[in-house]
């Protein structure tokens, strides 16, 4: 058993983090429209999927059930769910608005008043429990209908769109949120434009000129939601949120070490440089070289917007780490990793062949704070396992609690190197919808909830182990790990 000494700052938010698309369900209930994350079909193969050249967001909700639709009834269970955050005695809760359920359609003018009703009653149930709400504006489910007539983000009209949902959600809500994120992991389009742009291949996203043009849209709409929301609030912390990949050369070969220092500035530097500095790096036409991208179609107000208007911290979410290694004539790759790369050695991995590396936490913490001198707030880490349940629905999840101990060991020794993190939200605190599979059975919580992959259970929720040791790392503020 570790005896480390941990520190975190007074005020530290601890908290959980989930997903609308993911849990809320009631996907057609009080005016929502479909989103994209409704017509991403569930299963191992959905990445394989929506990256195919046939898959063109088809949706037919008479013939298929997609997990999506049903998430785990949150949206008629939110009080009971917000309570046992409460009993956990979260200080934050991160959730996100679904844009679909506030305009339906996405283009419309006037929003749907139900929709804003739903997330009055959301924060206010967080307010009432001295929760604080963390909420991600778009997070992988922008309305179905974006995607489908206009391409996505490659297409600049999505900046109006944006700027006009942010407007109403910000003016509702700005008073009484604080801590705000435009999009969801926003460098994963690299790998998944599907998620955070709207675009498979059948509507350009083959091509890294339409990923590339979409970013630059959203770093506009990201920067004019800053803009608008610090006109409301100017108390309003509004930030970027990246998927960060601790990046590893496989040795000191020089080759290796400059691939590694090109996937760094390629995957986790890249959309972080434009939404925190505020300007495209040095680096960009070396990118724009290696991925057939010509100039950009930039407005001529974008880059001052986007200077102005930088963010106000970086959220970022945790789950592992890469290796590079460009020299190998066969790569031993690693079975599961979102990122590609090669099997690092030194590594355990997950059942879902995520390797898993506390250490390198320590590393990206170090790395993110060096680089823009801005607060972070990790608000996604956390393991998907397959929980087994005893008769009483009980689960003795050991496994999920050395591995949140170890992060957060290594979160205060980063802060004890000197970084600014202001807050944890373990991802799926909760059990819902993966995001990158469909299934239930890969389960994140600190709830169980009885759901299995093919839509059978009484959704029911039960505390698992882990609830009560993570109530009291907070009730001690990080001090009692055991």
């Given at each position: 058993?570790?005896?480390?000494?941990?520190?975190?700052?007074?005020?530290?938010?601890?908290?959980?983090?989930?997903?609308?698309?993911?849990?809320?369900?009631?996907?057609?209930?009080?005016?929502?429209?479909?989103?994209?994350?409704?017509?991403?079909?569930?299963?191992?193969?959905?990445?394989?999927?929506?990256?195919?050249?046939?898959?063109?967001?088809?949706?037919?909700?008479?013939?298929?059930?997609?997990?999506?639709?049903?998430?785990?009834?949150?949206?008629?269970?939110?009080?009971?769910?917000?309570?046992?955050?409460?009993?956990?005695?979260?200080?934050?809760?991160?959730?996100?608005?679904?844009?679909?359920?506030?305009?339906?359609?996405?283009?419309?003018?006037?929003?749907?008043?139900?929709?804003?009703?739903?997330?009055?009653?959301?924060?206010?149930?967080?307010?009432?429990?001295?929760?604080?709400?963390?909420?991600?504006?778009?997070?992988?489910?922008?309305?179905?209908?974006?995607?489908?007539?206009?391409?996505?983000?490659?297409?600049?009209?999505?900046?109006?769109?944006?700027?006009?949902?942010?407007?109403?959600?910000?003016?509702?809500?700005?008073?009484?949120?604080?801590?705000?994120?435009?999009?969801?992991?926003?460098?994963?389009a690299f790998h998944f434009p599907a998620l955070s742009q709207g675009m498979v291949k059948a509507t350009g996203a083959?091509?890294?000129?339409?990923?590339?043009?979409?970013?630059?849209?959203?770093?506009?709409?990201?920067?004019?939601?800053?803009?608008?929301?610090?006109?409301?609030?100017?108390?309003?912390q509004i930030g970027c949120m990246i998927i960060y990949a601790t990046t590893?050369?496989?040795?000191?070969?020089?080759?290796?070490?400059?691939?590694?220092?090109?996937?760094?500035?390629?995957?986790?530097?890249?959309?972080?440089?434009?939404?925190?500095?505020?300007?495209?790096?040095?680096?960009?036409?070396?990118?724009?070289?290696?991925?057939?991208?010509?100039?950009?179609?930039?407005?001529?107000?974008?880059?001052?917007?986007?200077?102005?208007?930088?963010?106000?911290?970086?959220?970022?979410?945790?789950?592992?780490?890469?290796?590079?290694?460009?020299?190998?004539?066969?790569?031993?790759?690693?079975?599961?990793?979102?990122?590609?790369?090669?099997?690092?050695?030194?590594?355990?991995?997950?059942?879902?062949?995520?390797?898993?590396?506390?250490?390198?936490?320590?590393?990206?913490?170090?790395?993110?704070?060096?680089?823009?001198?801005?607060?972070?707030?990790?608000?996604?880490?956390?393991?998907?396992?397959?929980?087994?349940?005893?008769?009483?629905?009980?689960?003795?999840?050991?496994?999920?609690?050395?591995?949140?101990?170890?992060?957060?060991?290594?979160?205060?020794?980063?802060?004890?190197?000197?970084?600014?993190?202001?807050?944890?939200?373990?991802?799926?605190?909760?059990?819902?919808?993966?995001?990158?599979?469909?299934?239930?059975?890969?389960?994140?919580?600190?709830?169980?909830?009885?759901?299995?992959?093919?839509?059978?259970?009484?959704?029911?929720?039960?505390?698992?182990?882990?609830?009560?040791?993570?109530?009291?790392?907070?009730?001690?503020?990080?001090?009692?790990?055991?």
């Amino acid at each position: 058993m570790s005896t480390k000494t941990t520190v975190f700052p007074d005020g530290f938010l601890w908290g959980g983090a989930t997903a609308a698309n993911q849990l809320e369900g009631a996907y057609r209930s009080d005016g929502k429209g479909l989103s994209v994350a409704d017509a991403m079909p569930g299963g191992k193969q959905r990445f394989q999927i929506l990256g195919s050249d046939t898959f063109n967001w088809e949706i037919d909700s008479d013939k298929f059930i997609y997990p999506n639709h049903r998430g785990i009834d949150h949206y008629h269970r939110f009080k009971e769910d917000i309570a046992l955050f409460a009993k956990m005695g979260f200080k934050c809760y991160r959730f996100s608005i679904a844009w679909s359920r506030i305009f339906p359609k996405g283009d419309e003018t006037t929003p749907n008043e139900a929709g804003l009703k739903f997330y009055d009653q959301v924060i206010d149930e967080c307010l009432k429990h001295g929760i604080e709400p963390v909420i991600t504006i778009s997070h992988y489910e922008m309305p179905l209908h974006l995607a489908k007539e206009y391409g996505g983000w490659k297409n600049r009209k999505m900046i109006d769109f944006f700027e006009n949902y942010a407007t109403v959600v910000l003016t509702r809500y700005g008073k009484k949120v604080t801590y705000w994120m435009t999009f969801n992991e926003i460098n994963s389009a690299f790998h998944f434009p599907a998620l955070s742009q709207g675009m498979v291949k059948a509507t350009g996203a083959g091509d890294y000129q339409n990923v590339f043009q979409a970013w630059h849209n959203q770093f506009v709409a990201s920067a004019k939601a800053v803009k608008i929301g610090h006109g409301i609030n100017p108390d309003m912390q509004i930030g970027c949120m990246i998927i960060y990949a601790t990046t590893y050369s496989i040795d000191a070969n020089p080759v290796n070490q400059m691939a590694t220092l090109a996937q760094n500035q390629e995957f986790n530097f890249y959309c972080t440089d434009a939404q925190v500095r505020g300007e495209y790096p040095a680096y960009q036409q070396r990118m724009f070289d290696k991925y057939g991208v010509s100039e950009l179609e930039i407005g001529a107000d974008d880059l001052e917007l986007m200077k102005t208007y930088s963010v106000d911290y970086i959220g970022f979410s945790y789950y592992m780490s890469s290796a590079v290694n460009e020299t190998a004539e066969e790569d031993d790759t690693v079975v599961g990793n979102l990122l590609g790369g090669v099997r690092n050695p030194f590594l355990e991995a997950s059942e879902w062949g995520w390797q898993i590396d506390p250490e390198g936490l320590r590393i990206a913490l170090n790395e993110l704070y060096d680089r823009y001198q801005k607060p972070l707030f990790i608000v996604e880490n956390g393991l998907g396992a397959i929980d087994k349940v005893d008769e009483n629905f009980y689960v003795e999840d050991d496994y999920r609690i050395d591995y949140l101990r170890r992060h957060i060991e290594a979160m205060s020794d980063a802060i004890k190197d000197g970084v600014d993190l202001i807050g944890y939200t373990p991802w799926g605190c909760i059990d819902l919808v993966s995001a990158s599979t469909g299934e239930m059975s890969k389960r994140y919580g600190f709830i169980y909830v009885d759901l299995d992959d093919n839509g059978e259970g009484t959704m029911n929720r039960y505390e698992k182990k882990s609830f009560n040791w993570y109530k009291q790392v907070i009730e001690t503020n990080g001090q009692e790990l055991k």
